[in-house]
């Protein structure tokens, strides 16, 4: 059996050979660096000419969307949407807060307030403490430490 009989099945049409990414990069290097001619490419790789214009055109197209999805300056990072999440859980706490804070300042006056404010951030901190699962290496609570810097 001749090496062309192992190329071609049964009706003598050749056998489908299927190349891998990188030797049909090695394909298109070799045809912009003008090496070798479509012909000369298809014969070496034993496939159809229309094969080699293909790899030429699929390369073609994804360099140029490549070039065009790429900005100069500072690379688009994708979203975090967990941290989105969270920042505008953030600050919808934050809001509460201000509102629980005002609320205790007006009900018990200005004297109870640096207490019921502290019960307040000790509350908050406690929650955002639960949900971020064992995250309790902050140190004291902030309103603690706001606590502490108002009674000196």
């Known amino acids: 059996m001749s ?4 190329d071609t099945d049964r009706a003598g049409r050749r056998s489908k050979r299927f190349l891998s990414p990188s030797q049909k990069y ?9 090496e070798v001619t479509i012909a000369e490419a298809a014969a070496q790789q034993r496939v159809d000419r229309s094969t ?8 073609k197209e994804g360099a140029l969307a490549a070039l065009a999805a790429s ?17 505008a859980e953030v600050a919808r706490l934050s809001e509460a ?11 018990e006056g200005k004297g109870g ?20 699962r064992g995250d309790h290496g902050m140190g004291s609570p902030p309103a603690t430490r ?7």
């Open 26 to 34: 090695e394909i298109w290097l070799q045809l912009v660096r003008q």
């Open 3 to 6: 090496e062309l009989d192992r």
């Open 113 to 132: 307030w640096v207490s019921a404010y502290d019960l307040i951030c000790r509350t908050v901190y406690d929650l955002t403490c639960r949900s971020r």
């Open 52 to 59: 080699i214009m293909r790899i030429r055109t699929v390369a």
């Open 146 to 152: 706001l606590s502490r810097s108002l009674s000196r």
């Open 71 to 87: 900005k100069p300056g500072v690379q688009a990072r994708e979203r975090d949407y967990e941290l989105e999440l969270a920042k």
């Open 97 to 107: 807060l201000k509102e629980m804070a005002v609320k205790l300042t007006l009900v």
